[in-house]
């Protein structure tokens, strides 16, 4: 969806389209915000090298890479 090459056909297509844009801009800040605050609470965890730590670690990734993806695709 992203990738989209459709530009719409007329005025109210390209409005349609601009709003579907800000709703996807605004879906992928809050969950930017969401993860941010993740990895800030995740830290003192994986400071303190506890055995889950691996786990947390392991699952923080690829959610930071993914999301990282998706900015990356968006702008």
């Known amino acids: 969806m992203l990738r989209s090459e459709d530009v719409g ?3 109210l297509g390209v409005e349609d389209l601009l709003q579907k844009h800000l709703l996807m801009e605004s879906q ?4 930017g ?3 941010r605050s993740l990895n800030k609470r995740a830290q003192p965890y994986m400071k303190s090298l506890q055995p889950e730590t ?7 990734e690829p959610l930071n890479k993914d ?5 990356v695709s968006f702008v």
């Open 9 to 11: 056909k007329h005025v």
């Open 54 to 60: 691996q786990l947390l670690q392991k699952r923080l």
């Open 33 to 35: 915000t969401r993860i």
């Open 67 to 71: 999301y990282e993806k998706s900015v």
């Open 28 to 31: 992928l800040s809050a969950l």
